[in-house]
Structure formats: structure tokens, C-alpha cells
């Protein structure tokens, strides 16, 4: 039987990717709401947006009567909460809005949540389910040994970010421990894909190298993290919301532990293949790096132990780092229109470099 999902955050960069995902591949409804901040845009959405099954509304999830009116309205089944602040570089230089949506909206979304859930009768309230979409962060940072981060790794958040979605994940353990609230939980690694806002670091050094400016490496770039590509983290999300075990939590990961100066070498080295540079001064796109003084607090280390989800719902990522990673760079050099869209937002980039692209 097909479902009504009430998606939050789903013009962000994994959110619409998780509505592509379900208009595409199944009968199912959404109801997306975000409140388009800078990092959300309806230009993600566009493969999908005339599709009938497809709905948005502009809601903030901190607004606790627009939160009732969704759901009395659209009567969802599932609930995936994904809007967030979720660049840590943001939440260093100003905590605040991290601390409102991650934090104060989680809280107003769970009380939306548990409000509409007590007025549902037989199946509708059986089946109805809760999912918070988290990140390995929470559990702070590893050495660089074997360890992983499983899904009792005790939680050691490091950076405002975080921090808040630490607390938001205590928050929706409260409401399903205090009040039953049907929930789920996914803590997930680094994702990586098409869509994604040009200030994370996979898009920075694409769009940098495509004009020839210096690409930023904090500290040594000897940090480590577990690369998920963003379809394959979506898949994940669908799998435990309609088949995790109710009050779970479930770590999602890549399998792809890789230092972030490797990451920047491979990205050169597909770009030296794939868009091979004509420039004089410089002969491959690796010349442009550039090590800058490390942010604040650094976490060394993340690595995720993704075997409970594996063997309780036969999820594994399709995509390894070396295949997704060329899909990711060919999607920006086809949709650089969809990148310099962030022009007036002084981003680091502009689309002049003709000669290269
Ligand atoms: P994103 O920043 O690209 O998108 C966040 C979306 O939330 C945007 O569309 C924004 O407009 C919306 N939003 C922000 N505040 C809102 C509010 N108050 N009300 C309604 N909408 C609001 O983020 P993302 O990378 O897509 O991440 C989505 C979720 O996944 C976040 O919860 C994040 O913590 C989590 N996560 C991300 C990663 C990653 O690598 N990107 C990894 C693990 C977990």
C-alpha cells in the first residue's frame, strides 16, 4: 500500500536526493517542508517538481503551528527529519540557528509528531514511524587505529554542530523511551554527490580546481573520513524507515576510510584526465593546493561499523569512493549552471574560466 512521507529539509543537499529517490522508485507521497535557508533550493527538486505525488510547502520547523497544520493536513505514515544547519565551519563561527533548528525544531517536530500520533487509531498508529536522520559526528573522534564507531560507541560530540544533533538524538530517544513514540535513528558518515552546497569540501575542490584557484586543505589533510555516496545513503534511509526495528539506531557508512589529502589528490588526478588543464602556468590541477591553518577543534578520525544495518536489512553501498566520485565530478562539470546560482553569495568561485570548461 502506498505511503504519505512528511520529509523536513528535502531541498537541502541528501533530503532531495531522498525525494528523487521515492518519486522515482515508488507509488508513494511526500510532503516536503523546509524553510529554504541558503543551504536548501527548489532548483534540486526540479526533476520532480511537477510530479503529482510531489508536494512542498516553505515551513520552518521551529513554528509549532505550521508543524500542527502539516500534519492534521497531510495525515503522514512516516515522518524523515533532515533539515538541519549542518556545516560545522558555520556553527564555529555562529552557533545560534544551529542551536534553533537542530535542536528547539527536532524538539517541536517531536512534539508535532507525538500530538498526531495520539489521535491516530488501528493500523494508521501502528505503523506509523518517526525517523531522525543523524551523523556519525555525535560519537566524536577515533584514533587512527582499527576502532569503528558502533552504534553503542558512547556519544563525545566536539563542535557546536554536533553537539546539536547530539542532543537532538537524546531528545528523540526521550520521546520513544518517555512516550512510545515510534522512532528510528541513523547516524551516517560523510556524504558526497551530486547537489551538494558548494562550501562542503567535495564541491569546493572540483569547483576551485575548475578555476584555478587554490584548494584549501586544513592542517595536514591527514583527516580521516568514511565517504558515503548520497544515493546509496538514501536507499539506507528508505530500508530503515519502512524495516528498522522500532526505537533502533543504525549506523550507515561507506566503507571508504580516506585521508582528505588523498581525496583531493584523486579529484585532481580524474580532473587531469577528464578535463585535462591548457593553462601554461600550471600542468596539473594538484599545483593548487594549498594547506591552511586547521579548524578549531579538528576530529582526526571518523569511521563507521555499518554491520548491524547490513545484516538486519541487507543494506550495502553500491558505489565505491573511486566510482562515485567520478559520477560526482562529471554532475558538476554538466551542471555548472546549478553552482554559479551561489554567485551573489560571495562563494569562492565564479564561472569565468572558459578555457577549461
Ligand atoms: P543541507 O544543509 O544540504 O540541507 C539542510 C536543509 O534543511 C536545507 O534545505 C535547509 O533549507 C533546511 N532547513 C534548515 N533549517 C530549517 C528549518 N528551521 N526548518 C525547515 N528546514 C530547514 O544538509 P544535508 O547535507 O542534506 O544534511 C541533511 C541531514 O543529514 C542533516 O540533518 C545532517 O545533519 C545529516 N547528515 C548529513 C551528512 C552529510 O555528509 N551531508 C552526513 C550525515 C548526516
Known amino acids: 500500500m502506498s505511503k504519505t512521507y512528511l520529509i523536513t529539509g528535502g531541498a537541502g543537499f541528501i533530503g532531495s536526493a531522498l525525494c528523487r529517490m521515492i518519486i522515482n522508485e515508488t507509488n508513494d507521497t511526500i510532503i516536503n517542508i523546509d524553510k529554504l535557508t541558503y543551504a536548501g533550493n527548489l532548483e534540486s527538486l526540479s526533476l520532480i517538481a511537477k510530479n503529482e505525488r510531489f508536494n512542498f510547502e516553505k515551513i520552518d520547523i521551529c513554528n509549532s503551528d505550521d508543524i500542527t497544520n502539516i500534519f492534521d493536513t497531510w495525515q ?35 512534539e508535532g509528531a507525538r500530538d498526531y500520533w495520539g489521535s491516530l487509531k488501528g493500523t494508521k498508529r501502528e505503523n506509523f514511524r518517526f525517523h531522525h536522520v543523524s ?8 584514533e587512527n587505529d582499527k576502532t569503528l564507531f558502533t552504534e553503542e560507541t558512547p ?27 515510534p522512532t528510528l535513528i541513523t547516524n551516517c558518515s560523510n556524504n558526497y554527490g551530486p547537489f551538494q552546497f558548494p562550501e562542503k569540501l567535495i564541491p569546493v575542490i572540483i569547483l576551485n580546481a575548475l578555476q584555478l584557484k587554490k584548494i584549501p586543505v586544513y592542517g595536514d589533510g591527514n583527516q580521516i573520513r568514511d565517504w558515503l555516496y548520497v544515493e546509496d545513503h538514501v536507499r539506507a534511509l528508505i530500508a530503515v524507515a519502512n524495516q528498522g526495528a522500532l526505537g533502533a539506531t543504525y549506523n550507515i557508512g561507506g566503507y571508504n576510510e580516506i585521508k582528505n589529502i588523498e581525496v583531493v589528490r584523486l579529484i585532481c588526478s580524474i580532473l587531469d584526465k577528464i578535463k585535462p588543464l591548457k593553462n601554461k602556468n600550471i600542468k596539473k590541477y ?8 586547521d579548524r578549531a577543534g579538528h576530529d582526526i578520525r571518523y569511521a563507521i561499523d555499518a554491520s548491524k544495518i547490513s545484516k538486519e536489512l541487507s543494506w550495502f553501498p553500491k558505489e565505491t569512493f573511486i566510482t562515485g566520485i567520478e559520477k560526482t565530478i562529471r554532475w558538476y562539470l554538466k551542471n555548472l549552471n546549478w553552482s554559479s546560482q551561489f554567485l551573489n553569495l560571495n562563494l569562492e568561485f565564479d564561472n569565468t574560466n572558459k578555457e577549461i570548461l
Open 76 to 110: 503522514p505514515d512516516v515522518v524523515i527529519n533532515l533539515a538541519a544547519e549542518s556545516h560545522v565551519d558555520r556553527s564555529i563561527k555562529k552557533p545560534d540557528s544551529f542551536i534553533q533548528t537542530n535542536i528547539v525544531g527536532t524538539y517541536v517536530l517531536l
Open 135 to 142: 551523523t556519525d559526528e555525535v560519537y566524536g573522534d577515533l
Open 155 to 181: 556519544y563525545a560530540p566536539s563542535s557546536p554542530y554536533s553537539a546539536s544533533k547530539a542532543s537532538s538524538d537524546h531528545l528523540v530517544r526521550a520521546w520513544q523511551r518517555t512516550y512510545g513514540l
Open 286 to 293: 594538484e599545483e593548487l593546493i594549498e594547506f591552511i591553518e
